[in-house]
């Protein structure tokens, strides 16, 4: 058998948590011949539920997991770790301001940088889930800075997988005949999902569906607030979509998109399509050999535009935000 891989997972004791550890434990993340490691990270009033979750995974018997161990302390919880899932977030309460929900997160993700950067292991990969992602992952990015800044990234995974959904319904095809559809800009009701480049059996999507109303007051409305009717729907917020997105991402990153296809993931961004340097933006791309590229020469049309623009825009402000709280 392969070395396992240790996978650590925070707010394992949450809903998402508790949809996402089975997954992985069942061999999902990394693939049927890779034995995992689980370290899971909790607050001390959730050491207990996590525990009572990890009865549950050894009583599933997995036969690729190796191991269970719990932390309270984030050094401990990153120690070795392959891949990290930073699902545990500070959730915005009733009367928030968007910059007291800023100075919360930094106070989780900060020191979350700083232990990967002291202990994980040379070829960590993180996948940010916990809200609000990008800035998130630009926080822990940026106090872990022996490691690659390539390898801090941020699900958009999900609102990929939901646009998948709502285009694969209007043209009645299945989701496995659509390709290169992307996500650009925040985790956030701002997100644009962009069908232009995306194909329905090898033709262009857009010309495809011819419905640019659509397009505009119905497919891109209900991509970007889907989790906000998943709540009103279920009295409970999208937990397994979002587990099963966070597996999907790791997996196409560790495993490669196929060929003539990519995915969206918000990654470091180098200046592609114009979106600033340093920001952790979705953007589509491609992944081979456990490295991801952000696909290159697309055209940008003037609706894309301006709806990239602003989403990029408030990760801009996010980050200016963030640097004011002296958070990065
Ligand atoms: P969930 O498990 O439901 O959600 C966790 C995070 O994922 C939230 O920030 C949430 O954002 C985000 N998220 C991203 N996409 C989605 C989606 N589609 N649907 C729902 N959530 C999404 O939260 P719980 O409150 O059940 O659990 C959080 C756990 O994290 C708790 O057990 C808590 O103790 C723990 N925690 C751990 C920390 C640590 O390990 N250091 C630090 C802080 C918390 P949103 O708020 O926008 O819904």
Redesign the pocket.
């Known amino acids: 058998a392969r070395t396992p891989v240790t996978v650590t997972v ?9 949809a996402l550890l089975f997954r992985i434990a069942s061999g999902q993340l990394l693939g049927a011949d890779t034995p995992v490691r689980l370290r899971l ?3 001390p ?2 050491v207990k ?2 525990e009572g979750t990890a009865m549950e995974l050894d009583d599933c018997a997995f036969p690729l997991l190796d191991g269970i161990d719990i932390f ?1 302390d ?1 050094t401990q ?1 990153f120690a070795g770790a392959n891949v990290a899932l ?7 309460t009733k009367g928030m301001e968007r910059g007291d929900l800023l100075e919360a997160n930094g106070g ?1 993700f900060k020191p ?1 940088g700083e232990a990967i950067n002291a202990g994980a292991a040379d070829d960590i990969k993180v996948l940010v ?5 990008n800035t998130n992952a630009l926080i822990a990015q940026q106090h872990a800075p022996d490691v690659p800044a390539e390898r801090f990234t941020a ?1 958009t995974r ?1 609102d990929h997988n939901r646009a998948l959904a709502q285009l694969s319904k209007k043209a009645g095809v299945s989701v496995s005949e659509i390709t290169k559809l992307t996500i650009w800009g925040n ?1 956030s009701a701002t997100q644009y999902p962009d069908v232009f480049h995306a194909e329905i059996a090898s033709k262009n999507a857009a010309e495809t569906v011819n419905d640019q109303a659509w397009l505009e007051n119905d497919f891109i409305p209900t991509v970007a607030k ?2 906000a009717a ?1 709540i009103e729907a279920r009295g409970a ?3 397994a ?2 587990a099963s ?1 966070a597996v999907d991402h790791v997996h196409t990153w560790v495993n490669g998109t196929a060929e003539g296809d990519w995915t969206s993931m918000a990654v470091v961004s180098d200046g592609s399509y114009g979106v600033p340097e340093g920001l952790i933006s979705s953007f589509p791309v491609t992944t081979k050999d456990g490295r991801w590229e952000i696909v290159q020469g697309l055209e940008i049309n003037d609706f894309s535009r301006a709806r990239i623009d602003a989403s990029v825009g408030e990760l801009a402000e996010e980050r200016d935000a963030v640097r004011k709280l002296g958070l990065i």
């Open positions: 925070t707010g394992a004791a949450g809903q998402i948590g508790y990270l909790e607050i009033q959730a539920a996590a309270d984030a919880a930073l699902v545990g977030a500070r959730p915005r989780i979350q889930v916990g809200n609000p992602a699900m999900l985790h889907r989790g998943i917020s999208s937990a979509s979002a997105a």
